[in-house]
């Protein structure tokens, strides 16, 4: 070893250090000889996000909040809703379209945009719309129940009818609007057939190549994903619609909030996804930076199973939602990042129920108890998953203030506190007491809803709280299918107002969802499906 | 040829410790009392997709089976496919291991240049200010929460100076250099690539002192106790009755034999940093295999807990067969077979 070995090592690190620190790209600078990320760069929107969650960009597979806003953002569906608004559908590849009743069935057509054209350059078709809609169900991923249990499809009832028609057939038990709205949803994508086809492998219907790219014609293309850490969006420049004002969407996978912070008050990111309720509170009237709320359809709620004594007496399970103090969880817990909803209808859908009848009431609660056989109470177990619940507080936080409010009329419960995919397990064995967890609909309509929590042979949530109420079950099956609007609406009222008092669940809050902003990003529009349109930000 | 023998024999113990490992994983994560399908699947998925996923991913058959169905794959070097990315686990592997090596060599760099220097100063210097200094460190580097540090480090380096970007392993807009080790820095430097080394250096300066802090003070402290013991050895008191200046006692008498503890820690600091720089990970948006692990466990994806847990066993015995050899070289009486 020689003598001067150490030094030369110090000598070494330092050269390294001087080299990183002299390179031209530091963030926040200017006159770098290579583009650096940041949210200053004009034409690219930086959206910091924790995207963990992403699988796959191929819409018949991606079923996860951060491949749907991509692939939302590369594709185009036949139907569409904009902005958050998720009553009014509009056209999009279909100029228009038509529910038939041919009598054993529903037969609805789209006639395509004429013109319309992939980012490869290939016309739009039937043929495209048919073999992307038939892809989903043969491929048979996460997403594609919705096209074959909800809207009882079979890979034969699309077809194409001439060039430019599509007609879909589907049996009257199902519901035409329920297929209207998960057409706009990113099952409903469709995909350049001619692309798609000359990848396939080894009958995969080219899965695997749409896994990290786009063969769509909507307002952006994926450029490229590089696992857990970046996906870059570039403007498709063959979009039909109306041009996307931004070249390029970064995506950054920052799965820390603080990080997200540093860099949006940094204006590294323009979009920070995961602040933190305390975070957005902290970021109010700072320079430079702006918040602002999106609506989601997400109901965070406690199943009750109703196969474990005393949860199957209807007045102890009113007790229970009479002793929660749903004010302080909304107000104090989350920081008004929720609204109070206890119907089991989200705020934002069609059929939604403002009904909040519930606010702690001790004295009401404990009479309840006494009247449902339990004067002194009783014991139970609380299932919670770890980590943050939706509106930001802890999961766990919510699970012990539910605890506290519970005690105050003499019932103990015991939480325990496991892994979502642990405590799901449990619950969907019917082996939970009582579970606090969460639900969002599938598309947008309330039979997303309403089904689930009221439908027990769906062996959804009704079933996992062994709660099998027949009639209620056929009054929400009768109601999806209703197609007057406000018809439609009265009979969704009754369902949700008996199943409040009567159903096994106590429904807490519907989170908001919060955004840290650059103050010159504009016109963010959240989705509360989970998604927002790129094309329409500027900056 | 005894060294070779050597060799030879711990390279089989290697592959002895690799079965126990995968059986002994293999049994624990199959004691969780949940169904990866159902993790995978999520609240939403009906019987039928469960059952079907299940029967995908074999989880339908007796645990038995599972295991000889993986380790089938395993002898032809397929690793199987995680349940939660649905890719193979050996692609995926593939993609994150490197940016760990590469975070953990760089936090290793920063433990030997930053930690020698110091336990050795603070040997010499014994009770003086510099081994207080020094003693302080090593104190903070053992008990400060990692997790706050990276925030801190962050915070200064990234948010307050913007000296250093605020995580990642290279700008989005700076092209990756063509993967040879997987290690951008020194892909870098083989591409000739001035923008990506730049680049992907100064991602690695914070992350790299934030991991290495911890080791950092495990080094200083290993080497300065074994330099106090060297000092006030005899054959020291002989060097400096020689004459030899004070700079070649320390550097070359007393730390060659003071090397070898801290070898050993060196050694076995880089195997932990390989499995355990999760939360830096984290914090440092650093696309590595320890975020990887985590939301594996997280979601129970066998196949992938299951490759991590072997690569991370293939690593412990790596690290200490590279600390046999560094002894062989540093010790002679090890070549001597004494």
Known sequence: MSRSHPLAILFAAALLVAA???APTAPGTSGSAAPSATGGQAGTLVYYADVSDLISLDPAVAYEFSGVLLVHNAYETLVQFQG??????????????????????WQISFDLRSGAKFASGNPITADDVVYSLQRVIKLNKSPAFLFTDIAQLKADSVTASGANTVVITMPK???????LSILTFTVGSVVDSKEVKSHETGGDSGSAWLLDRSAGSGPYNIDHWTKNAEVLLKANASYGGTKPNLSQILIKHVPESTNQQFALERGDADVARNLSPQQIAAEQGKQGVTTTKGDSLQ??????????????NVKVREALRSAIDYNGIVNDLLKGNAKKVQGIVPAGLAGHNPDAPFQQDVSKAKSLLAEGGQPNGFSTELLVPTGPAPGGAQWSDIAAKLQDDWKKIGVNVQIKQTTQAELLTTYRAQKGQLVLILWGPDFPDPDANAGP?????AKSIAW???????????KAKKAALITDASARNTAYKEITDYVLHNGPYAVLYQPTENFGLRSNVKGFAWNPMGYLDFAAITK | MRFLAYLARRVVGIAAVMVGVSIIT???SHVVPADPAVAALGDHATGEQIAAFRHEYGLDRSLVDQYLIYVGGLARGDLGTSIRTRRPVASDLADFFPATIELALAALLVALVLGLPAGVWSAVRRGGAPDHAVRVLVLAGGSLPIFWLGLMVIGVGYFQLGWFPGGGRIDAFVAPPPPRTGLYVVDSILAGDVDALGSSLRHLILPALTLGYFSTALVARMTRASMLESLGQDYIRTARMKGLRERVVVWRHALRNALIPTVTILGLTFASLLSGAVLTETIFSWPGLGRYATASAVSLDFPAVMGVTLLAAVAYPLANLVVDVVYYWLDP???RGG
Do not use: E, H
């Open chain 1, 464 to 474: 996992r709280n062994g709660w099998n109420d027949t009639t209620i079950a056929d």
């Open chain 1, 84 to 105: 958050s608004d998720l009553s009014n559908l509009k056209p999009a590849l279909a100029t228009k379209w038509d529910i038939k009743d041919a009598g054993s069935n």
């Open chain 1, 453 to 457: 929590f009221t439908d027990y042979a």
């Open chain 1, 173 to 179: 038990t199902a519901s035409p609007q329920g297929l």
């Open chain 2, 333 to 335: 009486r090890i070549q």
């Open chain 2, 26 to 28: 293999f049994a624990i």
């Open chain 1, 299 to 312: 109901l965070v709620y406690v199943g009750m199973n109703v196969m474990m004594k005393p949860l199957d």
């Open chain 1, 20 to 22: 990183a620190c002299s």
